[in-house]
């Protein structure tokens, strides 16, 4: 009788484990959705097929969000060497909706931002990404895996993602 019990413990467990290396396996590999959003021109663009070589930064923001136009401020002044020693692509995701999309190409060029900015004014990138506030910052490797994220900002957040990147570079 103690053998069967303790041969059931042993099988749950074991499955369990299993269970949770699969999970944590699917959250490493989890990869950049395919939606198709516009940029400031009007383009459409498909997230999962930028066609950019080396690390992207997605960061989620919005016009009336002063903690994420801080901390996409903060990265521009470091944005040159950042992409000089990384090969870095940082991509703006701009979730301001019908009402307040019309200020994001205003603030953007009144920034003078060197960021690729797309608009996701019905929040369905935001979504599939699992966005629940802003802001929000991802890092992707040349493959599209998603390999680090961030919410919120902080000064000194830009170094975290700084080094992020720089360890997936091999820098």
Same mark, same amino acid.
């Given at each position: ?17 299993? $269970?949770?290396?699969? $999970?944590?396996? $699917? ?37 009336? #969000?002063?903690? #994420? ?103």
């Amino acid at each position: 009788m103690k053998k069967s019990v303790f041969l059931s413990l042993f099988l749950a467990i074991a499955l369990f484990s299993i $269970a949770q290396n699969e $999970a944590d396996h $699917a959250l490493e590999t989890k990869k950049i959705p395919s939606v198709k959003l516009k940029d400031m021109k009007g383009k459409v663009v498909n997230t999962a097929e930028l066609g950019l070589e080396g690390p992207v930064v997605f960061s989620f923001w919005a016009t009336w #969000c002063a903690p #994420c136009k801080k901390e996409l401020n903060t990265i521009h002044d470091l944005y040159g060497d950042w992409q000089e020693e990384t090969g870095v692509t940082l991509v703006a995701v701009s979730i301001d909706d019908e009402k307040t999309k019309s200020q994001v190409p205003v603030y953007v060029n009144g920034k003078a931002w060197d960021y690729m900015v797309l608009m996701d004014p019905n929040g369905d990138f935001k979504r599939a990404m699992g966005v629940n506030n802003v802001p929000h910052t991802f890092l992707v490797d040349k493959e599209g895996n998603i390999v680090y994220s961030h919410n919120n900002y902080a000064p000194g957040d830009e170094e975290k993602l700084y080094q992020e990147i720089k360890k997936l570079t091999g820098k």
